[in-house]
């Protein structure tokens, strides 16, 4: 997100891992703003907080409707607030580039311009109006958080989770999470990402040392062990993955590449899809076939079309891919293949991740990443110098996470690893771009956290974690 919220020198009582400035970093990971810890808001007697997203594997599955497999992290986005009776949502940051903002909640709720952080906050707050719940009461408070922007670690729904948690709590009221989860997936489509439902999920019911498998209509969790000892790094490629700018487009291209594929392999077989026309271009039919996760998040009516689950479950993937090189033009076949054998590869890498084989888990993150780059076409220079490095220096798997367009790249080591590949990392990746050791807003070890939650300011039990 351009419109995140970056820094925040850290939530109470919790210790930053070494290496951290301590203060708020900008989404080219240089700390930015100023000592945000000093920005005290005594009256604010409330605190919601809402943590980031590392995908381990399943990239660009979940518009698609099929699963993916995050960590929540260690990581996110606080508001300290305090609840008002006018109906006013008033937010600021200690980060100068975050303007403060103030919108009504009795009156229709506007989008303010692109890439405006504001847009996120609506959009919880809209969601929540659209879904029949009350809100006679704002919220008056401060944003800070510690997750990289526009990094492909999800600071975005982080804010998004955040502000409704607050918003709910200040009208006294709950949704389940779930619900709530699948809401703001769609409301998070206001900024203008046709996204799937992956980060909003993962931020509602991360488990600390659990990744997540999460499945689409229905949505469902399930909590999966991380074996102890497996390490997982977090390594920015110095380029930002603004979805509510440049990357937007190329995105949404993509989601509209999926659906145009998907109604020529699933509509019978012998349509000309994409052939006579710029693949996801301007010929793309939006619309014309809607998936099941984009079905899911958007509400939208449903279609007599296959989904990309069943195809995928229709049996041998070979088949499925001989049929559709056949029928589809090339740029299409490759999105298209991308999409299902991922799907296969999350399945894959969740068996993986139970028998405690990080080997085999890092070789499906590999061939995760080689899919995104070469059929996805999301990768950049950058993503694929960080893993390469990395798998040289002895990582187990190490692939591009998120949307890519820039990001950040995720590494799996083990104990033993962790270090030499951080450091061979810091030589041959960072020390030639920045000419000094990367910060630890730039590369950095991250765990499988808790979920989002709000609650009393002092209920925070020093890990960022407040009472849902
Ligand atoms: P990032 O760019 O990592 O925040 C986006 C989407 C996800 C998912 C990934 C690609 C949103 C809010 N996020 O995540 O749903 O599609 O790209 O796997 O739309």
């Known amino acids: 997100m351009s419109g995140g919220v970056g820094g925040g020198g850290g939530r109470p009582g919790r210790a930053r891992r070494g290496g951290s400035t301590g203060r708020p970093a900008d989404a080219r990971g240089a700390p930015a703003g100023g000592p945000t810890g000093s920005r005290s808001r005594p009256d604010a007697r409330w605190q919601a907080f809402a943590p980031g997203r590392v995908n381990l594997i399943g990239e ?39 303007d403060p903002f103030a919108f009504q909640l009795k009156r229709p709720i506007e989008a303010a311009g692109q890439g405006d952080w504001s847009n996120y906050v609506r959009a919880a707050a809209r969601g929540l109006l659209e879904h029949g719940v009350r809100l006679e009461r704002g919220i008056e408070g401060t944003v800070t958080g510690d997750v990289p922007i526009a990094a492909g670690l999800s600071s975005s729904s982080a804010l998004v989770v955040a502000s409704a948690l607050a918003l709910l709590k200040a009208n006294g009221t709950t949704l389940p999470r779930l619900e709530l989860a699948a809401l703001m997936a769609r409301a998070e489509r206001f900024v203008g990402l046709e ?27 399930t909590p999966v062990a991380v074996p102890e000892g497996w390490r997982w790094v977090v390594a920015s490629s110095l380029v930002r993955a603004e979805k509510s700018a440049g990357a937007r487009e190329a995105y949404n291209e993509r989601a509209r590449q999926c659906r145009e594929a998907l109604g020529g392999v699933g509509g019978g077989g012998g349509a000309d899809h994409g052939r006579t026309r710029a693949a996801g271009g301007v010929g793309a039919r939006r619309g014309a076939v809607s998936d099941s996760a984009a079905r899911d998040a958007r509400g939208d009516a449903t279609t007599e079309r296959p989904a990309y689950r069943d195809l995928v479950a229709e049996g041998n993937l070979d088949d499925l891919l001989r049929r559709a090189r056949r029928v589809l033009a090339p740029v299409l076949f490759r999105r298209f293949r991308h999409v299902v054998t991922e799907g296969r590869r999350v399945a894959l890498a969740e068996a993986a991740m139970r028998d405690g084989d990080m080997r085999r888990f890092g070789d499906l993150m590999v061939r995760s990443h080689e899919s995104l780059r070469d059929d996805y076409e999301v990768s950049t220079d950058e993503l694929d110098a960080i893993v390469e490095v990395a798998l040289g220096a002895g990582a187990a798997g190490a692939r591009l996470t998120g949307a890519g367009f820039g990001g950040c790249a995720v590494v799996l080591c083990d104990h033993r690893t962790v270090a030499p590949v951080m450091e061979a990392v810091a030589a041959r990746f960072y020390a030639p771009r920045l000419g000094r050791p990367p910060t630890g807003e730039e590369m950095f070890a991250v765990r499988a956290g808790g979920g989002a939650g709000v609650g009393e300011r002092g209920a925070n039990d020093g890990r960022g974690r407040v009472p849902s």
Do not use: K, W
């Open 60 to 98: 660009h599955t979940d518009y698609n409707g099929l699963p993916v497999f995050p960590i929540a992290i260690d990581r996110g986005v606080r508001i300290d607030f305090r609840v008002t009776n006018d109906g006013a949502v008033r937010l600021d940051s200690p980060v100068a580039r975050f």
């Open 195 to 221: 996204g799937g439902g992956m980060d909003q999920a993962a931020c509602l019911h991360g488990r600390e040392g659990h990744a997540l498998r999460i499945e689409f209509e229905p949505l469902r969790v």
